[in-house]
């Protein structure tokens, strides 16, 4: 593309829906249709994603303090967040491979992975494919190791009662989430855990920085705007890095006061862009058996294709366009950039992780795709990848 043309389009963001800056119905209003989605558990508000983790995790250790030295299980490719929040909660993440060709849990690496500390395994709902709680089930005992459904890149797609058979469910509001608040998260758990998290009140001033910083934010999403940041070396944008977990604190309230309004926008978003790739890019992405077998609103489309190579030149033939691809994470989570790795117990290989890694990408599917965003991504990747993949 010539270089005005490609300045004229911009840059997708590769995740991100508008924040809906409309203030509704109040923290009654609030608590009720959130608690509506998950009937008689007990909802702890928190500031992100990673203190509702560490807080599942910090509950789980406060009803088993007999064991001096506990583990908790994660996948070896992961967001780091999942690290941060063990080490907060003084778990010691034992890193378990994936399936071949899967984003999820090999289960023969599960069962070798476990030991007399499991208290915890994190099951990552990724990008919208949920894990199989019941297959961990059945390799765990109840008694002694807890089921964390970490849901930071999902929310329920409609309203109504969400069944899952975890023991702990996490959620994040953070930037480019499904609920996009940015900041904030919940943890669902079937009692109340050992820190209380009342809702946190803020200034007037507070809040108004904070609308203030949703707004600006929402205006850096044009592709236009966006081109800056993406464009410019100093910023190193969607850079996987591991950050310490440092406190656990209530949402603030200006966060709270968004949360209906963002929640049911969220739900009248179109699918469109998930829809073409849903149906075009199945016969060349390996994750589509596990996206077939779902029919849950993803946050960004997942491609896994046949090599490191086909990936790199996807990844850069669809960037020379601004179409918002990324690798995610980029590499297994003992390889991201500040991860203590004498301080993770590694069980077994990671061979499939690594192969995961290398192979995947993802394409972005907020409301700011537009049809001839998708019309070039599908040709782009058609003219790289060939079906017999
Ligand atoms: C799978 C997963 N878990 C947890 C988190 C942490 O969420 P937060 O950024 O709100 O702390 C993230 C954030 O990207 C994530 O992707």
Redesign the pocket.
């Known amino acids: 593309m010539d270089p005005v043309r490609s300045l004229i389009r911009g840059v997708l963001p590769p995740t991100g829906n508008r924040i809906a800056l409309s203030v509704e119905g109040g923290p009654a209003l609030e608590r009720r249709a959130a608690q509506s989605l998950f009937p008689g558990k007990v909802l702890s508000w928190v500031d ?6 560490a807080l599942a995790l910090l509950d789980i250790r406060h009803r088993r303090q007999a064991v001096p030295a506990p583990e908790v299980i994660i996948p070896a490719y ?2 780091p ?2 690290v ?2 063990a080490f907060y909660a003084g778990f010691t993440p034992v890193i378990c491979d994936l399936a071949q060709n899967s984003c999820h849990y090999d289960q023969k690496a599960l069962k070798n992975a476990l030991s007399n500390n499991t208290l915890a395994i ?1 099951a ?3 990008l919208g494919l949920p894990e199989s709680i019941d297959s961990i089930r059945r390799i765990v005992n109840p008694k002694l190791t807890a089921i964390i459904e ?4 999902w929310f329920p797609n409609r309203p109504g009662a969400q069944r899952t058979t975890s023991d702990y469910q ?1 959620f ?6 499904p609920v996009n608040l940015l ?3 919940l943890m669902v758990s079937n009692t109340s855990p050992p820190l209380e998290t009342a809702r946190r009140a803020s200034s007037f001033t507070k809040r108004c920085l904070y609308y203030g910083k949703c707004a600006a934010y929402n205006a850096l999403l044009r592709p236009s705007l966006y081109q800056a940041l993406a464009r410019n070396p100093l910023f190193k944008l969607g850079e996987t890095r591991y950050h310490e ?1 440092l406190a656990i604190r209530a949402l603030p309230a200006g966060q709270s006061k968004l949360l209906t309004a963002n929640i049911q926008t969220y739900w009248s978003h179109e699918r469109v862009a998930e829809k073409r790739y849903r149906t075009r890019l199945s016969t060349i992405n390996a994750l589509s058996s596990l996206i077939d077998a779902s029919n849950e609103r993803l946050l960004r489309y997942p491609l896994l294709v046949e090599s490191q190579k086909t990936r790199d030149t996807l990844i850069q033939k669809l960037n020379e366009e601004g179409l918002g691809s990324t690798k995610l994470y980029g590499d297994t989570i003992d390889r991201v950039d500040g991860v203590l790795t004498d301080r993770l117990r590694k069980a077994g290989g990671k061979t499939n992780a690594a192969s995961f890694a290398q192979r995947f990408l993802t394409l972005p599917l907020h409301e700011g795709v537009k049809q001839h965003h998708i019309d070039r991504t599908v040709a782009i990747i058609e003219s790289v990848v060939t079906p017999t993949e």
Do not use: P
């Not at 992100?48 to 983790?53: E, H």
């Not at 970490?150 to 890149?153: E, K, V």
């Open positions: 992100s994603g990673t203190s509702a983790l992961c967001c967040d999942l941060s929040a994190i990552v709902n990724f970490d849901n930071a890149q996490t994040s509001f953070g930037r480019g989430k900041g904030g998260g977990h």
